[in-house]
């Protein structure tokens, strides 16, 4: 068993990122990203703080709106039109997920496709379902660098993702398919989950729920890619896959942490380089 280490490819996007970013500061353009966090969900502000963080080590400019929990849908709206005109902002981020009487839809929609660095915008939704360039959701995206460092090739295998979202399922349905892949992929009303699971080369689980995929349910010398972030009573953060069980079986697998979560931020650095590109058509 190999473990598919995302901490330490990471690091090496990361460098490459501050590399590519001197080079654009010399051509006098400093890659902005303007990220918007409402309410006080500690997790939001967690990985907000951790991708500002990303961006001052590689020398993007970020900016962090941060809005109250019971701010107007029509403020938040505002505060995007006014970061869509604005020329020093690259990318805009807007940290789910969003206080209950906001309508997402609208606001993800409001964010201009040209510097929706999250890919979540319909527009580019639909680019990336036509396997056209766009940009591409950063857990998804990361989980595909991470297979091709290893030099995991999709190609043919039956794949089995479990969760369904617009981020994360998705988004991954579609890459894989791009890539060659059979596509299962399952949600919470799929009948009988191990059935799917059990056939998968390679299982890819982002559901939020802690030992959701035990032994039992994965193919001897399967390829396993655990999305799930959970925080045990502990305090520590675990996946949705019961790892010391299930990695004796598997050919490789990601550990929670250190395996998807780094590659997010890795990808958000990369979409928002490709984003200030884009301003001067590099
Ligand atoms: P979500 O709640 O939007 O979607 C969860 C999906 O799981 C849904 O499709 C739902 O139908 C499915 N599901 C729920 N219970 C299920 C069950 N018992 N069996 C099968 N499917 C089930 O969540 P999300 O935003 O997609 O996030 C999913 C997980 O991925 C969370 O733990 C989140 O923290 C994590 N996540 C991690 C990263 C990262 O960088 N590693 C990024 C985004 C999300």
Do not use: W
Not at 75 to 103: C, S, Y
Request: hydrophobic share 40%.
């Amino acid at each position: 068993m190999q473990i598919l280490d995302g901490k330490s490819l990471s690091l090496k996007i990361k460098a490459k990122a501050k590399e590519d970013i001197k080079i654009l500061k010399a051509k006098d353009v400093t890659p902005g990203l303007a990220v918007v966090v409402i309410g006080d969900d500690i997790a939001s502000h967690t990985y907000v703080k951790m991708k500002e963080k990303a961006c001052e080590d590689i020398g993007i400019y970020s900016i962090v709106h941060k809005m109250p929990n019971d701010i107007s849908e029509d403020k938040i709206i505002e505060t995007i039109q006014m970061m869509n005109k604005n020329p020093n902002i690259d990318g805009i981020l807007i940290q789910l997920p969003l206080p209950k009487h906001i309508d997402t839809d609208r606001v993800l929609q409001t964010v201009t496709s040209t510097k929706d660095v999250d890919g979540f915008h319909p527009f580019n939704v639909g680019k990336l379902a036509l396997n056209l360039d766009t940009f591409i959701p950063c857990t998804p995206l990361g989980v595909m660098k991470l297979l091709n460092h290893y030099d995991i090739n999709p190609k043919g295998l039956d794949v089995c993702i479990v969760g369904a979202s617009n981020i994360v399922g998705k988004p991954m349905m579609n890459l894989l398919l791009n890539a060659d892949a059979t596509v299962d992929i399952c949600h919470i009303y799929t009948k009988d989950l191990k059935a799917h699971t059990l056939r998968a080369d390679l299982l890819i689980v982002g559901v939020g729920k802690v030992n959701l995929i035990t032994e039992d349910m994965v193919k001897e010398g399967a390829i396993v890619i655990d999305i799930g972030i959970n925080r045990k009573d502990d305090g520590k953060l675990t996946g949705d896959v019961d790892y010391e069980n299930v990695a004796k079986k598997c050919s490789f697998i990601t550990p929670v942490p250190g395996g998807v979560g780094p590659m997010t931020i890795a990808m958000l650095l990369e979409n928002s380089i490709k984003a200030a590109r884009s301003r001067i058509n590099d």
